[in-house]
């Protein structure tokens, strides 16, 4: 199959020239379209009150998994008028998410701490503070991964569901077009399902990154054709380029 076009559900870059996508767009001569398929919602105080039984001021440290997280924590405490004490102490999945924290507190002054990437990490950093009471916000569709490391190493912690994922209305897409579609979260596999509820994959090629949203992705009937990060491809840009190359030289 030629492809030509492709729908990346994903933001456009902000400057597409210097994007991973830039040089497969000349190369190939495509068309690559950027619409993200969900947006995150946080929950008000009202629902937030309604949805938990944890009270955010009881806890003397937060456990943070995005910048979502992050957010939402620091938004929903100024609703409810809770104020952070100094002595609060972070704990953050990745360096990203940690330095994000400026944003809020000054952060030389506080208590961070973050791992490198892996679950296993962060709880082997968390267990070294065990006398501390921990919050870890959280999305109202959230992965357990880490919970089931928490609950099995007895950390005393509780979840604070304080956003959600609502899929965006699609309905202006036209799929017949594309004949590659690429996701990065079971999120953009359920918008597609609840768009495009008749949609047949037929010949198109399936692109996902990470193994929920190749779960999410067979689940739902799709043939995955392109899964990223493997050990060629770290990244989704290069495990599509990797794929449009092998299928020009199959021609």
Not at 23 to 52: A, C, T
Not at 61 to 86: C, M, Q, W, Y
């Amino acid at each position: 199959m030629k492809i030509k076009n492709i729908l990346i559900s994903q933001p456009k870059p902000a400057d597409i020239e210097k994007s991973p996508y830039s040089d497969m767009i000349k190369k190939y001569g495509l068309v690559i379209d950027f619409h993200k398929f969900f947006k995150i919602e946080g929950l008000s105080s009202i629902d937030f009150r309604k949805e938990n039984k944890v009270r955010v001021a009881d806890n003397t440290a937060v456990i943070f998994t995005s910048k979502h997280g992050v957010d939402h924590f620091f938004r929903l405490a100024t609703e409810l008028r809770v104020n952070i004490p100094e002595t609060m102490k972070y704990f953050c999945s990745s360096e990203s998410t940690a330095y994000y924290l400026q944003k809020y507190i000054q952060y030389r002054k506080r208590k961070i701490f973050f791992s490198s990437s892996e679950n296993s990490d962060l709880v082997d950093i968390i267990r070294k503070h065990k006398t501390e009471k921990y919050i870890l916000p959280c999305n109202e569709e959230h992965n357990n991964e880490l919970s089931d490391l928490l609950d099995a190493h007895k950390i005393n912690y509780s979840k604070a569901v304080m956003y959600r994922t609502v899929s965006e209305n699609m309905s202006f897409l036209d799929l017949n077009k594309y004949e590659m579609l690429v996701f990065f979260s079971p999120s953009g596999i359920k918008s597609l399902q609840q768009n495009f509820p008749e949609f047949k994959q037929g010949e198109k090629i399936i692109g996902v990154f990470g193994a929920t949203t190749a779960q999410a992705a067979r689940e739902a009937g799709l043939t995955i054709q392109i899964e990223a990060p493997s050990a060629t491809a770290p990244s989704m840009a290069k495990a599509v380029e990797q794929y449009l190359a092998a299928n020009q030289k199959a021609k």
